[in-house]
């Protein structure tokens, strides 16, 4: 809601008279779910690229009948999450696919539906998260990067983007592994999406090079640590995002521009 637009129920107060058995009581006008949702969705932190993303607006592949079908599965199990949440059996979903299929606009779209209904979230690219838990052992950090770690773990639903894009370190795996597993023994919610493969997932950890000879790729337990695997697997309801076209591609052409739309 704007600020200069006065609610016409409770003329800006918040407020509105209720009856309830004969008398009159007050209650939380609906306006102050608006502003409330307002103002979770500026803390969530969303990049302005994905901050229209939902799954109304999300593409499907055109003039491939397999694709869009296999995508519309996906759309499906998503909205079941949303509508099912916070009584789901795992808290989380685990997006996986290569790049450019639409997973992180799906994500961001799951985070701003729960976001609309009252839940607080939290939005964090793998790469920045881990170089601002690492500044944060310098004594010069900013409060925002000694808070970073604390605010992964404590974050009523966490949207972790790119999972497993750094280099491998036993100091990544450990940091990784302990924020998986905390907000696993909490049962905290979490959204997470990577490109890396996994064969339990569907994924094909082999394939043939532009050479034409067969290479193994580099899968999610390899980059993030078994254990930390482990424990997506047991949170995360796994989304096997299907083989299409590039997302960003397919959003321009339909729209002239990708921006404003989401990815």
């Known amino acids: 809601m704007a600020a200069t637009?006065?609610?016409e129920i409770c003329g800006g107060s918040g407020w509105r008279v209720i009856e309830r058995d004969g008398i009159s009581?007050?209650?939380r006008c609906s306006c102050q779910q608006v502003v409330r949702a307002g103002a979770a969705l500026l803390a969530a932190q969303i990049p302005p690229l994905y901050?229209?993303?939902s799954i109304d607006n999300f593409l499907l592949p055109a003039n491939n009948p397999i694709a869009e079908n296999a995508m519309g599965k996906v759309l499906l199990d998503v909205r079941a999450f949303i509508r099912n949440f916070p009584a789901t059996d795992k808290p989380g979903l685990l997006f996986i696919g290569d790049p450019g299929v639409g997973k992180t606009h799906l994500a961001v779209a799951v985070l701003r539906a729960l976001l609309e209904r009252g839940f607080d979230g939290l939005f964090f690219?793998?790469?920045n998260l881990l170089e601002r838990i690492r500044s944060s052992y310098d004594p010069m950090a900013g409060s925002s990067d000694r808070e970073a770690y604390r605010s992964v773990l404590e974050a009523e639903v966490l949207l972790l983007d790119d999972l497993g894009a750094h280099r491998v370190s036993d100091w990544v795996e450990d940091t990784v592994t302990s924020i998986v597993t905390w907000r696993c023994n909490h049962r905290k919610p979490t959204l997470v999406t990577t490109n890396l493969a996994d064969a339990d997932?569907?994924?094909t950890v082999v394939q043939k090079s532009d050479t034409g000879r067969m290479e193994y790729r580099d899968t999610l337990g390899q980059r993030i640590g078994s254990r930390a695997r482990s424990r997506l697997f047991e949170m995360c309801r796994v989304i096997k995002m299907p083989q299409v076209?590039?997302?960003r591609i397919?959003?321009?052409r339909s729209s002239g521009s990708l921006f404003g739309k989401g990815a």
């Open 5 to 7: 637009t006065t609610c």
């Open 25 to 27: 009581a007050a209650a």
């Open 51 to 53: 901050e229209n993303a």
């Open 125 to 127: 690219d793998y790469q």
């Open 201 to 203: 997932a569907g994924s």
């Open 245 to 247: 076209d590039d997302y």
């Open 250 to 252: 397919r959003g321009s």
